[in-house]
Nanobody, 114 residues
Framework: QVQVVESGGGLVQPGGSLRLSCVAS????????MGWYRQAPGKQRELVAR???????NYADSVKGRFTISRDNAKNTVYLQMNSLKPEDTAVYYC????????WGKGTLVTVSS
């Protein structure tokens, strides 16, 4: 059974930082493309960042230079380090594991507000 579980969300002030974590089990993690998506109220889910098995990364233009995605294959974990957070980063953040099919976590809420 595949499980994808996010953690690390919360309330942070503008300019602050958060680190999200996602543990995926039941898949060959090291071969999977791992991604972070987000969905703000009233908006469509969008790709934030993804990391391929060989370590290549992609970022949305809106987060380049502020967010960093990384993975630890030994721990079946992918991280999203978020710095210089802005109110417009407020959203539910979802972890995606792309193996034989797409698997999603339930999401973790990030709120950026003073």
């Amino acid at each position: 059974q595949v499980q994808v579980v996010e953690s690390g969300g919360g309330l942070v002030q503008p300019g602050g930082s958060l680190r999200l974590s996602c543990v995926a089990s039941g898949i060959i993690f090291s071969r999977s493309v791992m991604g972070w998506y987000r969905q703000a109220p009233g908006k469509q889910r969008e790709l934030v960042a993804r990391i391929f098995s060989v370590g290549i990364t992609n970022y949305a233009d809106s987060v380049k230079g502020r967010f960093t995605i990384s993975r630890d294959n030994a721990k079946n974990t992918v991280y999203l380090q978020m710095n210089s957070l802005k109110p417009e980063d407020t959203a539910v953040y979802y972890c995606n594991a792309r193996a034989s099919q797409d698997y999603w976590g339930k999401g973790t809420l990030v709120t950026v507000s003073s």
